[in-house]
């Protein structure tokens, strides 16, 4: 059985930002950055239930508008996280359209939108009930770097410089549970969206001696069957470390932002990052505060990640795009330490 999560670039790595990561046996998902993204679906849009915003340049946000056209009228809480300042942006965006009919909605739409400061969160609700009028600002400890959790994952954050705060994420899968295909079998049971709850419950740490029902359209002879939490696990479950998926863009090559990287993306599964430059224009790239080819592999390698995924690419490049993945493959090859003391400060 495949991890919980299955992340996707919304786009070609010429395109906007935005990492689309859906959970498996549920009508759910997340999402890092949102830039311009009609090539997720309505179906897909209505699956978000949290939004990881880096930094609001208008390639990470320009898709906020698009969820929440797509989610108005229904009833659904979608929390939104950003940087420090977000929950102004935020009130900003809203407070551009006309909401004189939305307290009427049957169903409402309501957004708690957190913003992260370096010492603390802070958190206000915008309901459509309210003509999305921000509420009074909640504040909360920072218990950093966790900026979010349940029992099956947490969501890391750090705030990296890219001449504005930006953040950069890792999301962990707590422990992977790993499915016997053949003890199914044995069991004469057929996988379903029962599957998802017994990994809940397995990463709710549930008492082993609860009882867990299967309904009868998932038992091959007849059903519905019941067993022992314990027993399910024991027979059917292989735990094992939990997946971690890292997602960095819009950083400056600095001694600070990659020391925050490399923590990030410590030993990830999967390493989402961003290679706008080629590393002959990285005096551009050091202007505009964004990460070359070379530089990103060369971090992937150093953070150990198992395989990473580039975007952002500059449109400078158009027609030889193909420079910036040779370049970034050449360098997580090589593996070159960096040298974290000689790189410049922030
Ligand atoms: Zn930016
Ligand atoms: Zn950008």
Known sequence: MPPVFNPRMANDPTGDPALFVPFFY???ALIFDAGEI????PRDILKISHVFIT??????F????????????REKTLHVFG??????KVSSKLGAYTWNLVHNYENPLVMR?????????VSCRFDCRNRFEASRPEYEAFPFPVLYHEPGFTVEAAILDHDTACLGFALKERLSINIRKEALDEMGLIPGPWLYELKQALYADMNPETRFEIPDSFCRDSGPVEFRLCELSDRLAILTRGKKIAYITDAAFNRQNVEKIMQLAQNADHLFIEAAFLEKDKDIAARKKHLTAAQAGRIAAEAGAKRYT?????PRYSGCYEELEKEAAESFRLNEPLLRQTLPGA
């Open 26 to 28: 549920e009508k759910r």
């Open 38 to 41: 009609s090539t997720l679906s």
């Open 55 to 60: 930094h609001t340049h208008m390639d990470h």
């Open 62 to 73: 320009i898709g906020f508008d698009r969820i929440l056209r797509i989610c108005l009228g």
């Open 83 to 88: 940087p420090e300042g977000f929950i102004q």
């Open 113 to 121: 939108v957190t913003e992260t400061r370096p010492d603390r969160l």
């Open 310 to 314: 580039l975007f952002h690419f500059s």
